[in-house]
């Protein structure tokens, strides 16, 4: 069994800051990537960055230069720095792990924390 944590979520003021934190345990062998979505009431749940094993990194362009994605390897876990926030990025925001176990793979999604950006 795999368990995805996030934290980190609250509320901030529009040009703010947030850190968000997800962390996967459980038993597989490579966690293959490590992404964040998220998801505002009646829209669809959409990419907001990925880091795959190898470092490599994408953002939706809405985020570029604002949000960062990081990795602490020995931790299994990802780390969303999100600056310069704006009321548009309030949203669900969800931790999804990419992982094997045994040759095969497996996506686990977190429980989402809420991220508010108001005055």
Do not use: H
Not at 98 to 115: D, E, I, K
């Amino acid at each position: 069994q795999v368990q995805v944590m996030e934290s980190g979520g609250g509320l901030v003021q529009p040009g703010g800051s947030l850190r968000l934190s997800c962390a996967a345990s459980g038993r597989f062998d490579i966690i293959n990537a490590m992404a964040w979505y998220r998801q505002a009431p009646g829209k669809e749940r959409e990419s907001v960055a990925v880091i795959i094993s190898g470092g490599n990194t994408e953002y939706a362009d809405s985020v570029k230069g604002r949000f960062t994605i990081s990795r602490d390897y020995a931790k299994n876990t990802v780390y969303l720095q999100m600056n310069s926030l704006r009321p548009e990025d309030a949203a669900v925001y969800y931790c999804n792990v990419n992982l094997s176990l045994r040759g095969a793979n497996f996506r686990y999604w977190g429980q989402g924390t809420q991220v508010t950006v108001s005055s």
